[in-house]
């Protein structure tokens, strides 16, 4: 098991920016592609952005690309959130998935390995 743990969210008012932060703590880090995902009570969990292992490649959903950026170090995971919106609430996790070349990415959470406990992140019109 690799442990991940998400921190960084808050309340913000629209058009602020938060950095979330995921640490894992196994020294294996390095062979996981990352993702972020979220999830609104009541709503189906939701892709949000990947990063390869490698951390040249990722990918995003079209209602976060140019405010969200994903990026990672040797061992942890980051979502630098711009210009959040309203719909943008949601409690977000991380997760990872082993792969099987530097530049995999899946959008598919049923693929993901592990999963961090969610951080919450609210945006206030």
């Known amino acids: 098991q690799v442990p991940l743990v998400e921190s960084g969210g808050g309340l913000v008012q629209a058009g602020g920016s938060l950095r979330l932060s995921c640490a894992a703590s196994?020294?294996?880090?390095?062979?996981?592609?990352m993702g972020w995902f979220r999830q609104a009570p009541g709503k189906e969990r939701e892709f949000v952005a990947g990063?390869?292992?490698?951390?040249?490649n990722t990918d995003y959903i079209d209602s976060v690309k140019g405010r969200f950026t994903i990026s990672r170090d040797n061992a942890k995971v980051y979502l630098q959130m711009n210009s959040l919106k309203p719909e943008d609430t949601a409690v977000y996790y991380c997760?990872?998935?082993?792969?099987?070349?530097?530049?995999?990415?899946?959008?598919?959470?049923?693929?993901?390995?592990?999963w961090g406990q969610g951080t919450q992140v609210t945006v206030s019109s």
């Open positions: 997760a990872a998935v082993l792969t099987i070349a530097a530049d995999y990415i899946i959008r598919r959470g049923d693929e993901y390995h592990y």
């Open positions: 196994a020294r294996t880090f390095s062979i996981y592609a």
């Open positions: 990063i390869s292992r490698s951390g040249g």
